[in-house]
């Protein structure tokens, strides 16, 4: 395992260079990737080159913060040139004209980019199950999913294809795969981290953070990617500190326990270990456990998946095979129509229907383009993406609006007005990452209820809008990682930082 740190520090001794370094990495996604399935594309020959420009900076001591770094994108984060599919078939053959900023901010700071990371399509699932490429497994136990949606993103990391990544977090989608993979994941505050070039899930809820092997290695990610951005209007102009330094100060942490994050559905095994880590942080770590409550969180799921489905329903509508990506096949479309139109017509001339009764009949069936609408999005998308669709589509139809898209915001509220409340007493609220080690490809497929309750200790930070963490405990009896989510105030990643460091030392 070689972090950005390690990687900097060997390099300033002379002991390594970074096209070694990105070698080694490239060795491995050549020997291990086609069993773990991270990496959807893998851009050798120009991160050699890469590699080279950057390697001449550093000689020369004017390279960025982020040289040493080997970097991972997830597939709905734009990237100029590359193919940006978010692991659909609606989007096929899609590349992108431009750069997202993150993507801009990796680059400017000598990040080395090598490729792009498998997914659930349009981040939508919590087992990267969900993919036009197929499923990502994870690198601890093939038979197992890696988590999701940026499950290529963590599997990646785990399996040292490369030091950091970035993923996306809408409900989840970065702790939950952090978690399952035994890697550090953060999911930064709401417009802490621009989302201009990320192709959007739920806009309200989409966040892009990082996964890599340290907190340290997070914090720095961090101090690049946050900050204001013109082409972002929801993007904050709060300052950005440097989070790397904020991790080291000292002082008592005080620790926020809600009840309602330690109940039924908890494996035993993850509570054991997580109840013992916040028994050595009391101990040994300067930490100050304080008992609290947040009583509207068991509305969080329900909250949750109506209002991202509905944001989904609105954002997707845009993909409709004319424009870019997949296209239903306008002869079979015609043909299709003809039929139709011919059984009508014969239907009624053995009736002896009138003839304005059978315009009328003909005027119902879909135009060539609303056929080819239909064709294209039904043959695009998955199953996953259309249950959330058809579902968001649903809460926002006339009639049910108000009982649930306006309720569900109303609960959202009463959520962010408890995590506000704690933390008037608190710095960090715990709980554990996910309610079990990572499940069996496959295991949950046919059960979606059961896959969204996943996220059950995950969304409600997405709904509040403020900023959470996971870091990696040890590991189950069956050698199953098992990660701790810290969960702070919002633009207080800082508090995260120190709580994830101090974990860090303790499991070290």
């Known amino acids: 395992m070689r972090d950005i740190h390690s990687v900097q520090r060997a390099i300033q001794a002379g002991e390594l260079r970074l096209e070694d370094v990105l070698d080694e990495y490239l060795e491995r996604i050549e020997k291990k990737n086609s069993d773990v399935h991270a990496f959807v594309t893998v851009e050798a020959d120009e991160a050699r080159k890469t590699a080279t420009r950057i390697q001449k900076r550093i000689d020369q001591g004017t390279s960025g913060r982020l040289a040493g770094a080997v970097v991972g994108i997830k597939d709905l984060i734009c990237e100029k040139g590359k193919r940006t599919q978010c692991a659909s078939g609606i989007l096929e053959g899609f590349e992108s004209v431009y750069d997202a900023t993150a993507v801009e901010r990796l680059k400017r700071e000598d990040a080395l980019l090598i490729g792009r990371l498998n997914m659930d399509e349009f981040a ?93 290695d997070a914090a720095l990610a961090l101090s690049v990617l946050a900050g204001k951005d013109g082409m972002d209007g929801t993007s ?25 994050y330690f109940g039924e559905g908890l494996d035993n095994e993850v509570r054991e270990r997580v109840e013992a880590v916040l028994s050595d942080l009391e101990s040994k770590a300067d930490v100050e456990r304080v008992a609290i409550t947040l009583p509207h969180m068991k509305y969080s799921i329900a909250t949750y998946y109506i209002l991202a489905t509905a944001e989904a329903s609105s954002n997707l509508a845009r993909y409709d095979g004319i424009r870019y990506g997949h296209r239903g096949d306008i002869g079979k479309v015609r043909e299709e129509l003809a039929r139709e139109r011919e059984t009508i017509e014969a239907a009624f001339r053995e009736g002896n229907r009138s003839e304005a009764s059978l315009e009328e009949a003909l005027q119902s069936v879909d135009s060539p383009l609303i056929r080819l609408y239909k064709h294209s999005r039904t043959e695009g998308f998955g199953d996953e993406v259309k249950r959330r669709i058809i579902l968001g589509t649903y809460v926002l139809s006339s009639g049910y609006y108000d009982a649930y898209y306006a309720k569900a915001q109303k609960v959202r509220r009463l959520i962010r007005q408890d995590f506000e409340k704690a933390f008037s007493d608190v710095d960090v609220i715990v709980s554990p990452t996910a309610p079990t080690t990572a499940f069996p490809l496959g295991s949950a497929q046919d059960d979606p209820i059961q896959m969204y309750l996943n996220d059950i200790y995950t969304t409600s930070a997405n709904l509040a809008g403020i900023c959470g963490i996971s870091v990696p405990v040890g590991t189950s009896k069956d050698g199953l990682p098992i990660g701790i989510q810290f969960m702070a105030n919002r633009f207080e990643e800082g508090q995260l930082f120190r709580a994830g460091g101090r974990v860090q030392e303790l499991i070290s």
């Not at 993919?131 to 999913?145: E, M, T």
């Not at 399996?159 to 702790?175: Q, V």
């Not at 904050?236 to 309602?260: F, N």
């Open 124 to 216: 939508m699932g919590s087992s990267n199950e969900n993919s036009i490429y197929g499923p990502a497994k994870n690198p601890h136990d093939l038979s197992r999913v890696p988590g999701g949606s940026s499950g290529g993103s963590a599997a990646a990391v785990a399996a040292d294809f490369c030091n950091l990544t970035l993923g996306s977090d809408t409900g989840g989608s970065i702790r939950q795969p952090a978690s399952y993979c035994g890697v550090v994941g953060l999911k930064p505050t709401y417009g802490r981290v621009s989302r201009h070039g990320l192709i959007a899930f739920a806009s309200s809820f989409d966040c892009i953070g990082p996964l890599s092997h340290t907190v340290e």
């Open 236 to 260: 904050s102009d709060h300052d950005v500190p440097d989070y790397p330094s904020l991790m080291k100060e000292s002082g008592t942490l005080r620790v926020g326990v809600p009840a309602e």
